[in-house]
T-cell receptor, first 114, second 112 residues
Framework: NAGVTQTPKFRVLKTGQSMTLLCAQDMNHEYMYWYRQDPGMGLRLIHYSVGEGTTAKGEVPDGYNVSRLKKQNFLLGLESAAPSQTSVYFC?????????????FGPGTRLTVT | KNEVEQSPQNLTAQEGEFITINCSYSVGISALHWLQQHPGGGIVSLFMLSSGKKKHGRLIATINIQEKHSSLHITASHPRDSAVYICAVRGRSGGGADGLTFGKGTHLIIQP
């Protein structure tokens, strides 16, 4: 099993450009999450999904959209990138939301917006 | 919103030393996670606990629910333990909104 994979690993965008980050998991997990990690701050939840066809906002959703058309994939879109979106993005998945379920993280995508 | 504080922020120690990293949180939780992030960036789960103590190899995690505090201990530390250690908590409210709330991490360097 590959676990959780993210595409791409690195990307540089110019302000105003758009892009989509892809997260894929092969563990048949119901829950998937997108986080961002910034220097001096803990990971913060952007959006999450509790199953195929569902999405919901997390702590810092502005400027991002998501889709979960297939259970194994969770896409994060930036419609008009801004320098404030320069960050490392992590996707994670878990079987469900029970108390002691582990979250499995992808390797991260480092995004720079100039 | 739960506030998660970790201490110390940075820790440099010599190989073989006993390491303690602390985590405190402000609101009651259903579970606490300890995660490890290596210099390459990947994040792996070390422990999940809701009470008591867990041990895995040289790593020990404890939690005191009444005091809203958890500690991660590393015995006989080794340079390969150098990483960022992250504490994260899951709230009690349940439901899909409960992703984790993360601390800022403790950057540990073990020198040979």
């Amino acid at each position: 099993n590959a676990g959780v994979t993210q595409t791409p690993k690195f990307r540089v965008l110019k302000t105003g450009q758009s892009m989509t980050l892809l997260c894929a998991q092969d563990m048949n997990h119901e829950y998937m999450y997108w986080y961002r990690q910034d220097p001096g701050m803990g990971l913060r939840l952007i959006h999450y999904s509790v199953g195929e066809g569902t999405t919901a906002k997390g702590e810092v959703p502005d400027g991002y959209n998501v889709s979960r058309l297939k259970k194994q994939n969770f896409l994060l879109g930036l419609e008009s990138a801004a320098p404030s979106q320069t960050s490392v993005y992590f996707c994670a998945s878990s079987p469900d939301n029970r108390q002691l379920n582990e979250q499995y993280f992808g390797p991260g995508t480092r995004l720079t917006v100039t | 919103k739960n506030e998660v504080e970790q201490s110390p922020q940075n820790l440099t120690a010599q190989e073989g030393e006993f390491i303690t990293i602390n985590c405190s949180y402000s609101v009651g939780i259903s579970a606490l996670h300890w995660l490890q992030q290596h210099p390459g960036g990947g994040i792996v789960s070390l422990f999940m606990l809701s009470s008591g103590k867990k041990k895995h190899g040289r790593l020990i995690a404890t939690i005191n629910i009444q005091e809203k505090h958890s500690s991660l201990h590393i015995t006989a530390s080794h340079p390969r333990d150098s990483a960022v250690y992250i504490c994260a908590v899951r709230g009690r409210s349940g439901g899909g909104a409960d992703g984790l709330t993360f601390g800022k991490g403790t950057h540990l360097i073990i020198q040979p």
